[in-house]
């Protein structure tokens, strides 16, 4: 049986500034951290502009609970709409579509919704339904507040990197033993101020 979870948030910002945010999927997999969830999203096969065909892993902590699974960009719509769905794993249907609808030069509504079902067998049992999609949805709704937050706060998150510069983020991220983006653009932007300084004496 399919099951269907919708959040929904309107963020200060324009629709491009959002969904060029969303278009990089670890940029949210930083946002999902609560108490009972962690994700980590890894990027396999990057298509031109993260689009369709751009094949990602997720790393899913459910309540200690570790799932993983492979997952294919399969609609990318610019500042509109990204759909991806599960390729490889324990689901047996997987599906995440993140919408963006202006609102005004400086007001997106983001509505983020994820429809699945639960795998059967032990691991069905485990991930007891009912457990999963109030974990699912409370991680959800975390990440919608946090990207709120993040996008309305400042302006200094990648949301004009190229390819080119975020790769070679990517590549700090793994030598950092995949610390959260933030972590490593923090790091690069401390040792650059140290660099700086040096030079200025």
Known sequence: ???LITKFIDIKTPVGNVFTYFARPEHVSDQIKNDTVGMT???MDIKEGMGVGTTFRI???F???RLEWDCETTEFIKNERISAKQIRGPFKHWKITNEFKSLGDNLTKVTMSVDYAMPFGPLGAILDKAKFAKSAERGMETALYNVRGLL???GSIPVYITLDAYQKLLAEKKKMNDVPVSTV???ILEKYA???AKSKN
């Open 59 to 61: 790393i899913g902590d």
């Open 63 to 65: 309540n200690g609970k």
């Open 152 to 154: 309305e706060g400042n």
């Open 194 to 196: 140290e660099i700086e």
């Open 1 to 3: 049986m399919l099951a």
């Open 185 to 187: 653009l923090t790091a």
């Open 41 to 43: 999203v890894i990027p």
